[in-house]
């Protein structure tokens, strides 16, 4: 990546200034408003907001975050350019985390795949094949991109193809970094700056959704720039909807470690209180749960299931905490049917999957919060 020092990372000529580390406008009026920065830190260099120093030496996300209209209008802006398009999707949470309709907000602009967060993957698994499932699900999906490549921004994994790609792409142009929240957008244009470039900045990150409040502008060469930009909130996913502080149970943080049970029918297997899977029918078989390490599971008769579930989640059963049980919208079923024959993963949208080897079919009921999404895909792995 060329780079030219001679220019502030952010902060363009005539625009108000805005906070180098998640893009907000900044002011000095209101501590509770989005973009405080108190008058003497002005003076600071990277100059950053009160919220992304809170989260940057405390690792404490406060504040409001923008709603989903502000971040759709912020990227409706890209119809109107000539760039090209990196659309970070999470490998934990794939079809979470794609964008529906994405063309929608980019015009015409090439959209470039990068699947990130490869590390999380067991440690075995065969890229090749993690490639062509993701090309053949993006393709599922209706998404039309000129390139994927699969990344770790976290183990610095792909990077040289992903700006060789890039590069090959944009021609000359703006890149665009798109993705939901937490895919890893801001951490992964990070590795870029710090390892491929001689510039001075840094964006903010969080384990939190919804870091980035605006664009954030990182200039490349002859006045072009990779633009980092906020994650667009879906409810869809378990990870929007419980409250912060369960998100270290249930995001992984190393590569995951797949769990088999071997299950009768009539047997339930609950993700702490947040999901629960009935085998309702079918042979005795093995279920391959991928979630992460810290998320206990349990496993029950299902004539028991609902007697435990009433009398210990948020106890026995948790996350979610007795306390933030009331947040999460009630668990509801979805009709989960395997085929015999077809090796099948069940998404259960920033939760994790659960495989079925398919040797024999089987008829699952999933349980999971109202609004998030139950999906079924050719296995992952
Ligand atoms: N395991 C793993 N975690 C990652 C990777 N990249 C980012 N993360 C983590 O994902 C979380 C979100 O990262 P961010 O870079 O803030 O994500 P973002 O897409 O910019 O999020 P928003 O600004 O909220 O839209 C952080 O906890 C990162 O450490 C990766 O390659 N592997
Ligand atoms: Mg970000």
């Known amino acids: 990546m060329n780079s030219r020092e001679d220019v502030s990372p952010v902060r363009q000529e005539n625009e108000p200034l805005k906070c180098e580390g998640c893009g907000v406008k900044l002011q000095t009026e209101d ?13 600071k260099e990277p100059v950053i907001c009160q919220r992304c120093f809170r989260i940057k030496h405390y690792n404490d996300l406060s504040g409001a975050t923008l709603n989903q209209d502000d971040f759709l209008n912020i990227l409706s802006g890209i119809a109107n350019t000539s760039s090209l398009v990196v659309h970070i999707v999470d490998l934990f949470d794939f079809e979470g985390s794609l964008i529906p309709g994405l063309q929608r907000f980019i015009g015409n602009n090439p959209v470039l795949l990068a699947v990130n967060k490869t590390d999380l993957l067991p440690k075995a698994t065969n890229p090749n094949r993690i490639l062509n499932w ?3 699900q993006a393709k599922e999906f209706g998404l039309k991109t000129v390139d994927i490549v699969l990344v770790s921004a976290k183990k610095n994994t792909g990077f040289d193809q992903l700006l060789e790609r890039m ?14 929240t937490n895919v890893g957008k801001s951490t992964l244009i990070n590795r870029l700056i710090r390892d491929y470039s001689d510039l001075n900045a840094e964006l903010t990150t969080s384990p939190y959704p919804g870091t980035t409040l605006d664009l954030v502008r990182i200039p490349l060469d002859y006045g072009k720039a990779i633009i980092d930009t906020p994650g667009i909130v879906y409810q869809h996913r378990v990870t929007e909807l419980v409250n912060k502080k369960e998100l270290p149970v249930i995001l992984p943080n190393a590569a995951l470690k797949p769990m088999v049970y071997q299950l009768n029918e009539e047997q339930t297997l609950f993700f702490g209180a947040l999901a629960r899977m009935d085998f309702v029918r079918g042979d005795r078989q093995s279920f391959t749960c991928y979630v992460s390490d810290a998320l206990k599971l349990h496993r029950t008769k299902l004539e028991r299931a609902d007697e435990l579930y009433a009398e210990h989640k948020g106890t026995l059963l948790q996350p979610p905490a007795l306390e933030h049980l009331e947040e999460l919208p009630p668990l509801v079923k979805h009709a989960v049917r395997i085929q015999r024959g077809s090796k099948t993963d069940v998404l259960i949208s920033g939760l994790g999957w659960i495989t079925a ?8 009921v999933i349980w999971a919060p109202k609004g998030v999404k ?3 895909r050719p296995a992952l792995i």
């Open 374 to 376: 139950v999906a079924q």
């Open 31 to 43: 501590p509770a408003k989005l973009g405080f920065v108190p008058e003497q830190a002005l003076r």
């Open 357 to 364: 080897n398919g040797e024999s079919g089987a008829e699952l």
């Open 134 to 136: 993701a090309q053949r």
């Open 167 to 180: 590069d090959a792409h944009r021609k000359g142009r703006d890149v665009y970094v798109v993705g939901a």
